[in-house]
């Protein structure tokens, strides 16, 4: 389904605790969109401005008062057993875990690197997230996929003020499933493609560095420094991959074309971008860390208190992943009013330039 033309409106506290009246309701126009069938109201009295990240979480609040009962089913049934599967880790062998940390080690060890404690926790942690990853990639194209496009569906209702209609909702999915699964196979591929460079990187600058005779010091500082690096590279790609599920959903583009016309979109909003990524990654690992600490190694007495700890966990990381879906969703309406505001100033100086 496209996004129709025009600015889209902010919705506003008052409007989402009242619901909007009725005659502000009758004079709303209802567009029928072409490829999905579906409708929209467009209302000139509020439009959308581009915000900061701090306006983007209220406005996501706003959104989950106003809408909450659907988008606490879409985390019951689509995220939360995405949330236990990765949290628990029971799809991960642990004998392949060791292994490939084990291999991981070796290639740190022979590029010079210093076989410290967090070197080797980092590279039990990245053998374990890869394994994660892999064991649970039919869930993420499934589940997760499907609360994705949900989400960002609910959120463009809300916007419309349009109720959630399960059967029109799967009706769209069926027609915009195969440019979906084609764009996160995409992005699937170029976090892979950061991944595998970063370290590809890693490995010849600590190779040079041991060559050259440095210090163990020294190897471990151009390694924090190469990390660092890519920590800022890594966090662009992901936002970028976020925004193109968004757009995938939302306009009739798929694949690379979502993923270029994410980077277009994010052009000016990058700071913003960032600071919504740190937010949802610091979140997420507060909840991974928790759950690692109080669910599979500490427990009191019989283990009892992993009977409430583990799905209280639960849910507070498929809400945290909620939250950050629907962040990612205000941010796409947001970066296309910024391009828009910034379409209509160059026109403007260029009309002005002619008339000069």
Same mark, same amino acid.
């Given at each position: ?20 009246? @009725? ?9 029928? $969109? ?20 701090? @306006? ?6 706003n ?9 606490? *089913? ?7 057993? /995405? ?7 029971? $799809?991960?062998?642990? !004998? ?6 084990i ?10 690197? &210093? ?17 994660? =990853?892999?064991?649970?990639? &039919? ?16 959120? +463009? ?18 027609k ?16 892979v ?13 600590c190779?040079?560095?041991? *060559? =050259?005779?440095? !210090?163990? +010091?020294?190897?471990?500082? !151009? ?17 970028i ?7 995938? /959903? ?5 694949? &690379?074309?979502? $993923? ?6 994010? %052009?000016?909003?990058? %700071? ?31 283990g ?35 391009s ?8 403007? @100086? !260029?009309?002005v330039?002619?008339?000069?």
């Amino acid at each position: 389904m496209e996004v129709s033309t025009g600015h889209r409106r902010k919705i506003e506290l008052d409007c989402l605790n009242s619901g909007g009246s @009725e005659e502000s309701r009758s004079q709303d126009h209802e567009v029928e $969109l072409p490829d999905s069938g579906v409708h929209r109201s467009l209302s000139s009295d509020h439009q959308f401005h581009s915000m900061n990240a701090l @306006e983007i979480l209220k406005e996501t609040v706003n959104i989950l008062r106003y809408n909450s009962s659907g988008f606490l *089913v879409i985390a019951a049934v689509l995220i939360c057993p /995405v949330s236990a599967l990765l949290l628990s880790n029971v $799809l991960v062998d642990q !004998s392949i875990a060791r292994r490939l940390t084990i291999r991981l080690l070796i290639v740190a060890r022979s590029t010079g690197l &210093p076989l410290k404690s967090y070197i080797k926790q980092s590279c039990q942690r990245l053998s374990e997230m890869a394994l994660a =990853a892999s064991y649970c990639f &039919p869930m993420y194209i499934t589940f997760s996929l499907l609360s994705k496009a949900a989400i960002v569906y609910l959120v +463009d209702c809300t916007y419309s003020r349009k109720k959630f209609d399960v059967s029109k909702f799967f009706t769209i999915i069926l027609k915009i499933w195969k440019r979906l699964v084609v764009t996160y196979i995409w992005a699937c591929m170029v976090i892979v493609g950061c991944l595998a460079l970063f370290l590809v990187l890693l490995v010849a600058v600590c190779n040079i560095f041991s *060559v =050259a005779g440095s !210090s163990s +010091d020294l190897i471990v500082y !151009s390694a924090m420094m190469i990390g660092l690096v890519f920590s800022v590279v890594f966090a662009n790609a992901i936002i970028i991959c976020n925004l193109a599920i968004v757009i995938s /959903v939302l306009e009739d583009i798929s694949g &690379p074309e979502a $993923l270029l016309r994410s980077s277009i979109l994010i %052009q000016g909003q990058t %700071q913003v971008g960032l600071l919504i990524f740190l937010g949802s990654t610091m979140a997420t690992t507060f909840v991974e860390g928790l759950f690692e600490h109080r669910v599979k190694i500490l427990s009191y007495g019989d283990g009892s208190s992993r009977l409430w700890e583990g799905p209280l966990l639960v849910i507070m990381h498929s809400f945290v992943v909620l939250v950050d879906s629907m962040m990612s969703a205000v941010f796409y309406f947001t970066c296309r009013s910024s391009s828009m505001e910034s379409l209509e100033s160059m026109v403007g @100086e !260029s009309e002005v330039l002619v008339e000069q």
